[in-house]
């Protein structure tokens, strides 16, 4: 019984960590670049909704919308302020922007919400009782698995059906022919980086009300973490970040539980390297031949 | 009479000598002087322990072309690793100097053997792969080090993995004259500082001196060769795995060298220092002074490390500012319409890339 529950609480921890890495695969697949910025978007996203429930006291659903809405906006000014204008430069460059953003929506965090952490009042309060009480299962948890599930089943249709997908996967591949194609490669880039945002800001009221805190630094550790999950499964792929975040939140949760709360980090990333010395792409990457 | 050509490496490389001891010899008229303020001159060891982890870094990811998010995992082997042969040779070893050279050589052996650990099974793996287990091996690395407590007494020293996290420096048993090196997750305690900016200036001249040889060395010509291209190197009959290792591992040497001197700078010092965002630190200073430019990973670590420093009249905005700039100036370098705007400025010569 008390497996079970540290069991589901790792599927739900990785459930939030399986959106953030949703949204990293999305915006490597097509920008290939690391974002570092990714986490502390997860961080605004959740500032965003404290602020409309605290202040503005509106009902969590609206607030989730407003953090979706804010996040969006900002995840596509920064890809056009930052990151666009560096499309033809080498990669480290932009991931030394990215870093550079990081910094910024972190200081700008630390002076607009100060460094105190913030008591953040989970979206749904309560939980349901099973096996006589000996199971508690609280309904954030169930809330966190089952928006998790949408969210990767919504995504997998749409980038295999829908046609914004369709450019999606094509600029992935080779953003020089989608051009050719007729494919606008600006607009869906930012497309990209609109939605990778927007599960951010997901993530961030999940994984607050998951905490029940929220610093200017509660995204910088869940994005790497989720970061490592997209590599996990397979960086690019999205059913691989899903995997790749559940496994990661389930093993976390179980080396917590039993065998140490200083090493559980640890433990993740020893995990993690040596699935990727087995498997050098990933649980579910495709290995691309190199061509000579 | 002949005249011996000198070519255009050598004078970039004596240049780079030279400045570096221009800037020390500055330095130090001008804190002799009293020129400069207090923080400035407490930033003088930490410039030097940056300026080595800059080039050491610009070794892997300038010269050999592999991203590492890692490098304060190694820094962080080397600093503990000095901090408990220098305490522990407080007695035995009375003369600082020697003492925290002893230090820093131990300090490089366990990042050396860190860096083996680590770069054996990994330099297999490619591009992004890389790079996260390095940034998993540079949070191990942490993590493990905030579980250790070290102490030394006249029995030697005794150390105790504290895997619970319920244990504290009086399991360890010491006699009443021990002394507790590492406290856990409160880090070393009651360190002698004896770290100078004479022996960081030694030890950035030490770091150019390996790495400039290298770069210019057989094995320097097959590591960027494999940096360049990786299938045709070995098509010829390069050895990659063991140029790749050699690259990684006199890097990380290096770093735990630099590690010894930062440790020995302060009397107390945390694990949780030598995080992801140092390590990210340093990148940054490889990248803003140019990938395989070593004079640039010079003037990036001593620009940026003061830089926070001298924005203190922004106080709060001062890392702000910071991360501003740092976008700013990427955008400014990297930029293809701003690099041909600044070209048309300076009509018939090669745009200099700004350092910093």
């Not at chain 1, 921890?13 to 890495?21: D, E, P």
């Not at chain 2, 105790?160 to 856990?184: C, P, Q």
Request: charged share 10%; net charge positive.
């Amino acid at each position: 019984m008390e497996f079970l529950s540290y069991l589901i609480s790792g599927i739900s921890l990785g459930s939030i960590y399986a959106i953030i890495a949703l949204g990293y695969t999305m915006v490597y697949g097509i920008a290939k670049m690391l974002n570092f910025a990714h986490g502390d978007i997860i961080m605004i996203g959740g500032y965003v909704s404290f602020c409309s429930m605290y202040y503005l006291n509106l009902p969590p659903i609206v607030a989730t919308l407003l953090a979706v809405i804010a996040c969006t906006v900002l995840g596509i000014v920064i890809e056009r302020l930052a990151y666009a204008p560096l499309r033809s430069a080498p990669s480290l460059a932009v991931l030394i922007t990215a870093i550079g953003v990081s910094y910024f929506l972190q200081n700008s965090a630390l002076l607009i919400w100060k460094a105190a952490a913030k008591t953040y009042p989970p979206v749904v309060a309560g939980a349901v009782q099973l096996f006589n009480g000996q199971l508690t299962i609280s309904y954030i948890s169930l809330l966190t698995i089952a928006a998790c599930i949408v969210i990767m089943l919504a995504l997998t249709t749409f980038v295999s059906k829908s046609k914004m997908g369709k450019a999606m996967r094509a600029c992935s591949e080779d953003k020089g022919a989608a051009q050719l194609m007729g494919i606008n490669v600006n607009s869906t880039i930012s497309a990209t980086f609109a939605i990778g945002s927007a599960l951010a800001a997901i993530a961030g009221v999940l994984l607050c009300s998951f905490n029940t805190s929220l610093m200017p630094t509660t995204g910088s550790m869940p994005g790497i973490k989720a970061f490592t999950a997209a590599v996990f499964g397979g960086i690019g792929s999205i059913p691989g970040a899903f995997l790749g975040g559940l496994l990661l939140g389930i093993i976390e949760a179980l080396a917590k539980a039993y065998i140490s709360t200083q090493l559980a980090n640890s433990i993740v990333f020893a995990v993690l390297i040596v699935v990727l010395l087995v498997k050098p792409a990933g649980l579910l990457g495709k290995i691309v031949p190199e061509k000579v | 009479m002949k005249q011996r050509k000198i070519s255009k490496t050598n004078v970039v490389n004596f240049s780079t000598y030279l400045g570096m001891v221009i800037f020390f010899l500055v330095m130090t008229a001008l804190s002799k002087a009293g020129v400069l303020n207090r923080s400035m001159t407490g930033l003088l060891v930490p410039i030097c322990c940056y300026m080595s982890m800059a080039v050491s870094l610009n070794l892997t990811v300038g010269i050999l072309g592999e991203l590492s998010l890692g490098h304060a995992g190694f820094m962080s082997v080397g600093a503990f690793a000095g901090v408990i042969a220098s305490q522990s040779l407080l007695d035995v070893v009375p003369s600082a100097g020697l003492r925290l050279t002893i230090a820093m050589i131990v300090g490089a052996l366990f990042a050396t053997v860190a860096g083996f650990i680590v770069g054996a099974p990994v330099l297999r793996l490619q591009g992004d792969y890389l790079a996260i287990v390095t940034l998993a091996f540079g949070e191990i690395i942490k993590e493990l080090v905030t579980c250790l407590i070290v102490g030394h007494d006249e029995n030697g020293l005794h150390i105790l993995f504290n895997l619970t996290g319920n244990k504290t420096v009086e399991d360890l048993g010491l006699s009443d004259t021990g002394i507790a090196i590492i406290k856990g997750a409160q880090g070393t305690a009651s360190v002698k500082t004896i770290a100078s900016f004479t022996a960081g200036f030694i030890l950035v001249m030490v770091t150019l001196f390996i790495v400039l040889n290298l770069k210019h060395s057989r094995a320097g010509r097959a590591i960027m060769a494999l940096r360049d291209n990786r299938i045709a190197t070995s098509s010829i009959g390069i050895n990659t795995t063991k140029y790749k290792l050699m690259a990684f591992v006199t890097s990380a040497a290096l770093a735990g060298a630099a590690g010894a001197l930062y440790g020995l700078n302060y009397s107390s010092l945390q694990a949780a220092k030598f995080n992801f965002n140092t390590s990210i630190l340093v990148l940054v200073f490889v990248v803003l002074g140019g990938l395989g430019n070593i004079w640039g990973s010079l003037v990036a670590a001593a620009a940026l490390t003061i830089l926070p420093e001298a924005l203190r009249e922004f106080a709060d905005y001062r890392m702000l500012v910071y991360a501003i700039v740092l976008i700013l100036v990427m955008l400014a370098t990297h930029n293809p319409t701003l690099q041909s705007f600044f070209a048309r400025l300076k009509p018939g010569k090669k745009e200099e890339k700004e350092a910093a």
